[in-house]
């Protein structure tokens, strides 16, 4: 019998990389959508007939309830949240929300409707922030450096909440940065890369960053969603750090994304104060011996591929953009 699984956030990076597997794995998908009127399925508008969606929030738990009842799933991933730190700055309740309460609301929704469902937390090396040690273990104590941060703490805490109170199978996995050709243009290694194809395509002449000198442990998503699944596939359920176990700085994502393309990433980057976060998390390493030795799993794409990935993507969208007379504004 085909296994069922319900994702929320399926149109974002994650969800569509881990719809595509667990389609290749040979189950029904059902992915959860917010009704919005500027609906965005471009990540998975190839596998868009093979997925069923339904509509559902995180903010209203009888949708929740309706989405599990009708899906009626053996696994809940749930990746849906207000995922973006500046953001959080900006919109520190709606975070809350979403990304904490949100994960409240799901579990019970499955708690009451589909209990026997196994169920994953996305968690995030934000919950760390400023570290006490380095590398960061599942042991590591979180001290959370953004309202984002402190939302994931929350969600990740109630995870683990319901599966001791109420016998849930639910896993959180602690996911260092991973990122793809389909990161969104918010985030500073797409930034960068979209920047890079833009500079050297010719339609931009800079690119403004903040703090060069921040540094982070980036893995490739497509290599980290494969982890989601397995955590869901072992006999007990437990929490996971998902990392490469290397931090790279800004500074050297841009001067790989320039080197690639055969530009001197000093002659275009400018430094803008408007990109500093009032609280900077410095430095986030991940030790993920624990998922390598209990879940079989090592990252297979180096951070140099993945940069010259999305650099090569980069390059192809923004040569499309110049070819149809089209200009979108840069980040």
């Known amino acids: 019998m085909r296994k069922k699984a319900l994702i929320t956030g399926i149109t974002g990076q994650d969800g569509s990389y881990l719809a595509e597997l667990l389609l290749d794995k040979g189950y029904d998908v059902f992915g959860m959508v917010r009704r919005s009127s500027t609906e965005n399925f471009e ?19 009888m949708s929740l309830i309706t989405a599990i009842s009708e899906s009626e799933p053996d696994e809940v991933y749930n990746l849906a949240a207000q995922s973006f730190v500046p953001t959080s700055w900006t919109k520190p309740v709606l975070t809350a929300e979403f990304t904490a309460l949100g994960v409240t609301r799901m579990l019970e929704a499955m708690r009451l409707v589909k209990p026997g469902a196994r169920f994953y937390q ?49 896993c959180s996995g602690i996911l260092f940065n991973h990122e793809s050709p389909r990161r969104g243009y918010e985030f500073v290694t797409r930034k960068v890369t979209d920047g890079v194809a833009r500079i050297r395509l010719g339609v931009d002449k800079e690119l403004r960053l903040g703090n060069l000198d921040a540094q ?25 750090v998902i990392a490469s176990g290397e931090a790279h700085s800004v500074r050297e994502l841009v001067e790989t994304a320039f080197s690639y393309v055969g530009l001197d990433w000093e002659d275009y980057v400018v430094i803008d104060e408007r990109f500093v ?39 192809e969208i923004v040569q499309a953009e110049i070819d149809t007379g089209f200009t979108r504004k840069s980040g």
């Open 277 to 315: 976060r009032p609280a900077e998390v410095d430095m986030l390493i991940g030790d993920a011996s624990k998922a390598r030795k209990q879940l079989g799993w090592a990252p297979q794409v180096t951070f140099q591929e993945m940069i010259e990935m999305m650099v090569d993507s980069d390059m």
């Open 122 to 170: 996305a968690s995030s090396s934000e919950m760390f922030g400023k570290v006490i040690e380095t590398p960061q273990t599942e042991r590591t104590p979180f001290h959370p450096r953004s309202p984002y941060g402190v939302a994931k703490a929350y969600g990740h805490f109630i995870t683990v909440n319901y599966r001791e109170s109420y016998d849930l199978f639910a």
């Open 216 to 240: 982070r442990d980036w893995g490739y998503a497509g290599d980290y969603v494969e982890m989601m699944w397995r955590m869901l596939q072992q006999d007990e359920p437990d929490d996971y």
């Open 43 to 61: 990540r998975i508008e190839h596998i868009r007939d093979r997925v069923r969606l339904i509509q559902a929030d995180l903010l209203d738990q």
